[in-house]
């Protein structure tokens, strides 16, 4: 076992759990959720900084759904893990951890942070060579290399309360009166006591924490804090048993701070300032602190409205970009049309709100300003013409503003050309509201894997599915769809995953219970549907997506099908001398790191093959031994239509559907998902 600091032997018995055991220099505690990745890189940084000191290593987990716990079991074997069932928040999940704890000093460390290699050993010496330390605090670094703030703090004062709410800490932070809440008149290279640290980042001396004679908790953190402020409260409540706090800048590390609660959130803005209003209610008496918590609730209601104000105008963008473009559409019209001294002034203040209110009203009404509907062209296309019906029928009636049947009749069209364009060109949340989680049974999810898989042009994309017959996280793999976890996990689940719609099997959960789990994560980006009961559709709002396909044919059918053969052919040459045309931008690409560029490039040599009619864009697998009825006319693609399977009957069911259904966008669609699926079997390749 590495050798640790030097201890007095008087002292080493205090610390020594087992005869002839040593007890760990540090506990470094850190308490994740959800953050799999940053935790990984925590705990490498962690073993580096370990080097020639005895250290145990405590995560407490907080019901994870990204699979943090699996990782830490299979790569940190050593490390001393604990799942809660739930997220009991985080001072509770540290006190869990501070009890098990047997090191002379205990860090607290974030998920979402980098040690630098001589962080334990600084920080523990710091606390070995001053007896009246309580805890101590390192340089924290933003991810672009900035010194962050929060690295040293002082105590809120209704004078410090109202800079930091303000701004003025901002604008004038050399102040000595403006700036004391982050110190930022001090140098951050200079060591000094402070009234509080990070909690990201704080090492605390046991007997701090620890009765050295009962070895019993004396001071652990306050849960009633459940995110944000625990760290001021509990450095508060060290000071007060006399010890101090000091910042050591002679080691840092690095902070991704805000990975789980973005600051913009109105969720951020509760906790943060609800954890400030709950600390002056607990520590400050008297008239100064009914000032502070006056100053903070009005930066609570101040902040939640801005917040609440940013989050409203994105939800109505799509439908403030329909009212403008319908409104200078028609108006470019009719400035075209009268010119800008001749105009009619009722043309204006008349004729084109009435007419771009009537748009928006209509793919309101339809429901095109919903989440995964908002890029539909449908709408656009139809609401203008009905508002060209509604001012036509206006003007019948009010013969003031019945003006030109021109600016009318241009208006409307060139109105849905750019309110078409806009949804074109943006992507938004399409590809998004596609992805699907299936809230049922591993059973019913192989079968709608199934279903979807023999399906070229699938309206969801399964992600997988949270199984509602167990309240186990995720499982070992035993089908073709991903166990994604539970379903308390859900909420957690649907983000990671990107995922945009919800499916819900009927039966495996009461519908009280589906209808609860609507309500509950109503305010994501999310569609809620039912899948069928024969498992063919799934339900939604407004839509039944079909999923099922038709019966095989018989070959001599497939002889007869429409598929558009000479539309086929030019799409597959319009691509192929795409592709040739485009070999210098996808070289350029490859060599900047695209994995998509590079599997383009790899069936370059078949593209020749493609334009003389031997190959397809979209074809067979050449590389397996399965062949479609030659009557399919399916020729050795670049892209195969399917996986390969072994079961003939199926291939057959998959490529007969394709040989009916064939057309360009079935075929690009192949393409992308193909293409997808590569770049993520590549080594290392994640789809770009």
Request: aromatic share 8%; hydrophobic share 45%.
């Amino acid at each position: 076992m590495p050798r640790g600091l030097y201890l007095p032997p008087s002292q080493r018995s205090r610390y020594q759990t087992e005869p002839g055991v040593a007890a760990p220099d540090v506990t470094v505690v850190i308490v994740n959720y959800n953050v799999r990745e940053f935790l990984q890189q925590a705990l490498t940084s962690v073993q580096r900084a370990s080097a020639g000191l005895v250290v145990e290593t405590i995560v407490i987990d907080n019901d994870s759904a990204d699979g943090s716990a699996e990782m830490v079991q299979s790569q940190f074997p050593d490390v001393q893990l604990t799942v809660n069932r739930q997220n009991v928040g985080f001072g509770a999940a540290n006190n869990q951890a501070i009890r098990a704890a047997r090191g002379r000093h205990v860090l607290l460390l974030n998920p979402d942070t980098i040690l630098q290699e001589d962080s334990l050993r600084v920080l523990a010496s710091f606390l070995d060579a001053t007896p009246d330390a309580g805890a101590v605090g390192c340089r924290i670094l933003n991810p672009d290399g900035s010194f962050a703030l929060e690295s040293r703090r002082s105590f809120p004062t209704p004078a410090i309360a109202f800079a930091r709410m303000t701004g003025l800490s901002k604008l004038f932070p050399r102040s000595r009166f403006f700036g004391r809440y982050n110190l930022t008149f001090l140098p951050t290279d200079e060591r000094c006591e402070v009234d509080a640290l990070s909690g990201s980042c704080m090492m605390i001396r046991r007997d701090a924490l620890i009765d050295p004679e009962t070895g019993a908790a004396r001071l652990l953190f306050d849960e009633q804090f459940f995110m944000y402020g625990e760290d001021l409260d509990l450095c508060y409540r060290i000071q007060r048993d006399g010890w101090r706090l000091y910042f050591e800048p002679a080691t840092q590390i690095i902070h991704y701070k805000g990975e789980s609660t973005k600051k913009g959130d109105l969720r951020y803005v509760k906790l943060f300032y609800g954890a400030m209003l709950l600390f002056a209610q607990k520590h400050f008496k008297g008239r100064n602190a009914g000032l502070l918590i006056l100053l903070l609730r009005a930066g609570i209601l101040g902040r939640a409205a801005i917040s609440a104000t940013g989050r409203l105008l994105r939800r109505l963008a799509p439908a403030i970009l329909d009212l403008i473009l319908s409104s200078a559409s028609f108006a470019g019209v009719a400035l075209w049309r009268f010119g800008s001294d001749a105009i009619p002034p009722q043309l204006l203040t008349t004729v084109t709100p009435v007419f771009s209110i009537s748009v928006v009203a209509l793919v309101a009404v339809l429901g095109g300003y919903r989440f995964g509907q908002r890029t539909k062209l449908r709408y656009a296309v139809v609401a203008p013409l009905v508002g060209l019906v509604v001012v036509a029928a206006l003007s019948f009636f009010l013969k003031q503003i019945a003006f030109s049947r021109f600016v009318v009749g241009l208006g409307a069209p060139l109105s849905a050309a750019c309110m078409s364009l806009w949804r074109l060109v943006w992507r938004g949340d399409r590809e998004r509201s596609r992805r699907a989680i299936l809230v049922g049974s591993e059973d019913v999810a192989d079968r709608l894997q199934t279903t979807l898989l023999d399906n070229p042009q699938p309206p969801l994309t399964l992600a997988g599915y949270v199984d509602t017959s167990s309240d186990r996280g995720r499982t070992e793999q035993s089908s073709r769809v991903r166990n994604l976890g539970k379903l308390s996990q859900l909420r957690d689940i649907a983000r990671f995953e990107s995922a945009g719609c919800i499916v819900f099997v009927p039966g495996a959960l009461k519908n009280e219970e589906i209808f609860g789990w609507m309500q509950r994560l109503r305010d994501l980006p999310l569609q809620f549907k039912m899948l069928g009961s024969t498992e063919s559709h799934v339900i939604g709002k407004s839509s039944v997506d079909e999923l099922a396909l038709p019966s095989l044919v018989e070959a001599d059918q497939a002889l007869g099908l429409a598929r558009g053969r000479t539309r086929h052919r030019l799409f597959d040459v319009a691509v192929a001398s795409a592709l040739l045309l485009s070999t210098p931008v996808l070289l350029l690409a490859r060599s900047l790191g695209s994995r998509k560029s590079a599997v383009l490039l790899s069936r370059f040599n078949l593209l020749l093959s493609v334009i003389v009619g031997r190959r397809s864009i979209v074809g067979f697998d050449e590389q397996t031994e399965y062949r479609p009825p030659v009557d399919y006319g399916i020729k050795p693609g670049l892209f195969a239509v399917s996986e390969s399977v072994e079961c003939q009957p199926d291939m057959d069911r998959r490529y007969g559907y394709y040989a009916m259904r064939q057309s360009a966008a079935i075929d690009w669609a192949i393409v992308r998902r193909r293409l997808s699926e590569d770049v993520r079997t590549q080594p290392g390749g994640v789809a770009e």
